[in-house]
């Protein structure tokens, strides 16, 4: 099969998307099932972020005051809408490089438990370093419910210093948001707070530290909150988190400096650089979700992916309304927000997705180097090996191959940029990842890399070529090495 346009396998265009915010839970059932409260308090809570349709369909009696939302959501007794079960009510989402919180139901409501501490976090083999993070990770497990679940949130602190969790986008009684100092006292050192709430709206949503965020997000204490729709009338057949992080962290030290706010090193997904990021598998024809936040502490990211096209379908505040969905190639995801994109795997092959700011595809070493380009190596070594016998000079035409070249690294350190793909080294580190997008996937395991159709690689130009279309390349200028041989 060619690997042409996306005409020849599926349309690219999503179905009509979930419908915004208001649940497909009938007034009546909430009534019925004892949550009229919880509705009404979605509706007396929003309205800045599109209630006017909840209003259109909210009878004026239905409408509690906050007060009243506050106290249903104290309140843990009486029957309430079933909790939500993965796979029968929502395809649970896959977080590349990272894992799903599990979790008890206790009389209803779904209980987890995160734990703050130190962690050893591998940014890619060969690169550990000392970072704060939830339940032994950074970021911390993705945490998953369903549109109009209740849950309960037990977080132990053992970390060194008090913190706080804030649950990012989510609409909840103010004492349950998190802020140290304004919504909470902070969770001293070896305590469990509990933090207990409805989940009225469906969407992407996040949760990190909000007790001396600067050092704490910037040690890693950040994670994903997925809420899907309840009765979805479709669902995505694979739905991916990713979460954009950045880091310094120096050349032969052990741990990130949260103090730094200009000149990161590291940028992750999901905690990792490539070529550390796991690929994202998908078959073709499938209709693909990916939800991707940003906790970084400076950079916004603007994601592009190639081969593909998507829609961006939602944002932390809920989902945009189908005529307002914007088809893109790149989707920026500023800090502190959330960005959803649906699309259809139409095209089969690997396919990058990376930030395209080009340094945040860059791992630790190539971001303050000397300006090389244009100097004469060779000139160079010349003058400098009397005093340094074991100089080399390098970078001369840029960094693309400097990754490769085998030079003994510090300690703490990873080489700048490269994965190897089929055909050489991928000069890329950090937010970069791969799209695996298959006919038919293996089972169990990792692709191989993806066989072009012959006569679909790019390739030499041959004399006859050329000729045929009347390209002329001229002479080389003058200087450049005469590597290259003609065939
Ligand atoms: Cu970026």
């Not at 179905?15 to 979605?42: H, L, Y």
């Not at 009684?173 to 469906?202: C, R, W």
């Not at 989707?331 to 990376?354: Q, Y």
Request: aromatic residues 6%; proline residues 10%.
């Amino acid at each position: 099969m060619s690997n042409s346009s996306e005409h020849d396998h599926a349309p690219d265009t999503p179905d009509t998307p979930d419908t915004p915010d208001t649940p497909k839970i009938s007034r009546r059932e909430m009534m019925r099932n004892g949550v009229a409260a919880m509705a009404g308090g979605a509706v007396a809570l929003t309205p800045l972020a599109g209630a006017a349709q909840e209003h259109q369909h909210a009878p004026p009696a239905a409408r509690q005051p906050v007060a009243a939302t506050a106290v249903s959501n104290a309140a843990v007794t009486g029957s309430r809408l079933p909790p939500g079960k993965p796979n029968r009510d929502y395809t649970p989402v896959i977080t590349p490089n990272g894992t799903t919180l599990p979790f008890n139901v206790v009389n209803g409501v779904k209980v987890f438990h995160l734990t703050a501490g130190i962690t050893k976090h591998a940014f890619m083999s060969g690169l550990e370093s000392e970072c704060w993070g939830y339940n032994g990770s950074t970021p911390g497990p993705t945490i998953e419910a369903l549109q109009g679940d209740r849950v309960r949130i037990y977080v132990t602190n053992h970390l060194p210093a008090p913190t706080t969790i804030h649950w990012h986008g989510i609409v909840l009684p103010a004492g349950m948001d998190g802020v140290s100092g304004l919504s909470q006292p902070p969770i001293p050192v070896n305590a469990t707070f509990k933090y207990e709430f409805d989940l009225p709206h469906h969407g992407t949503f996040m949760y990190h530290t909000h007790h001396d965020e600067m050092v704490q997000q910037g040690l890693g204490l950040m994670g994903m909150f997925v809420v899907h729709q309840r009765n979805a009338t479709r669902r995505p057949d694979r739905d991916f988190v990713l979460l954009a992080a950045e880091w310094l962290v120096r050349i032969g030290t052990t741990r990130p400096d949260p103090n730094e706010m200009v000149e990161f090193n590291l940028f992750t997904f999901n905690g990792k650089v490539f070529p550390a990021t796991e690929p994202l598998q998908m078959q073709l024809g499938e209709r693909i979700r990916i939800r991707f936040g940003n906790l970084s502490a400076m950079s916004h990211h603007p994601i592009h992916v190639h081969g593909l096209r998507w829609r961006v379908v939602a944002t932390d505040g809920g989902d945009i309304a189908p005529d307002g969905q914007w088809p893109e190639a790149t989707v920026l995801v500023p800090v502190g927000t959330t960005r959803t994109v649906e699309f259809v795997a139409s095209n089969p092959g690997d396919w990058a997705m990376h930030c395209h700011m080009t340094h945040h595809v860059m791992n630790q070493m190539g971001h303050s180097g000397t300006n090389m380009i244009g100097v004469s190596e060779e000139a160079l070594n010349t003058q400098v090996r009397p005093l340094l016998p074991s100089y080399m000079a390098m970078g001369s035409t840029g960094m693309g191959e400097m990754g490769a070249m085998g030079m003994p690294i510090p300690s703490s350190s990873i080489s700048m940029s490269g994965g190897s793909g089929p055909y050489g080294r991928i000069d890329m580190g950090g937010l970069f990842t791969i799209l695996k997008i298959r006919e038919k996937l293996p089972a169990g395991g990792d692709p191989e890399w993806y066989v072009n159709p012959p006569g679909t690689v790019s390739s030499e130009a041959t004399e006859a070529e050329l000729k045929r279309d009347g390209v002329t390349p001229g002479a080389p200028p003058a200087g450049l090495p005469a590597s290259h041989k003609h065939h």
